[in-house]
């Protein structure tokens, strides 16, 4: 049986993706911080596929560890989905309070790479790294600019593994505006109702793990549009 580690995997995206992979058999190593939401998500995952469910910080070297250690030898995806917004409201970078600043590239460009450290050892020929990215790493929104970097870093990085491992398909994948927690949380006490649903990026993504794509930066609606 495949297996995938897909981080962030209790709630909005990552949940959705993961419900995709369980209901195409892959067995999942899933984490999030909040424990009980994560165990809510393993049970509902747990009645379809195998399932590990590791509460954790993706900052936390331990935790990483435990995680590719979860997946054992049949690793064959890795999903750097978790993510943190950083300072809510989004601040002007003027006023970016720099410890905050330092706790978002942990998250979101660290951590990932040393996931991809610790499992690259495991992955078979063809497998996939997926980095969950967003429009804020190509485009200057005011107050965007701290998780905005944070996306443009790692999607540099995503280019520079790829070029360094031609035996694998590594992906930064933008799912577009989602109607999720961190979404809410940049436009607090704002409406965001208009956003889409999460699910409603998952088949780019998915056509990311099943397809035979190139290395490269996608966005998930028009993977879908072309029927990728």
Do not use: C
Not at 169 to 185: I, K, W
């Amino acid at each position: 049986m495949r297996t995938a580690i897909v981080t962030g995997g209790s709630r909005g995206l990552g949940l959705e993706l993961a419900r995709a992979l369980a209901a195409a058999s892959w067995r999942l190593v899933v984490d999030a911080r909040d424990s009980a939401d994560l165990e809510r998500a393993r049970a509902e995952l747990a009645s379809i596929t195998d399932v590990v469910a590791i509460a954790g910080d993706v900052a936390d070297a331990a935790h990483r560890t435990a995680l590719v250690k979860a997946a054992g030898d049949e690793l064959e995806l890795l999903v750097n989905n978790a993510s943190t917004l950083g300072a809510s409201p989004l601040p002007p970078l003027a006023d970016y309070p720099l410890a905050t600043l330092e706790h978002v590239l942990a998250v979101n460009v660290v951590a990932p790479l040393a996931l991809a450290q610790l499992a690259l050892p495991r992955l078979p020929q063809g497998a996939r790294i997926v980095n969950v990215t967003s429009d804020a790493a190509v485009e200057a929104y005011e107050g965007w600019g701290g998780y905005g970097a944070s996306k443009a870093a790692l999607e540099q990085l995503s280019n520079v593994l790829a070029a360094e491992r031609p035996d694998l398909r590594v992906y930064a994948v933008d799912p577009g505006d989602m109607n999720t927690r961190m979404h809410q949380d940049a436009f607090p006490g704002e409406d965001i109702s208009d956003r889409p649903p999460p699910r409603d990026s998952v088949p780019g993504l998915m056509a990311l793990v099943d397809g035979d794509l190139p290395s490269g930066r996608y966005r998930a609606a028009e993977l879908v549009a072309v029927g990728a």
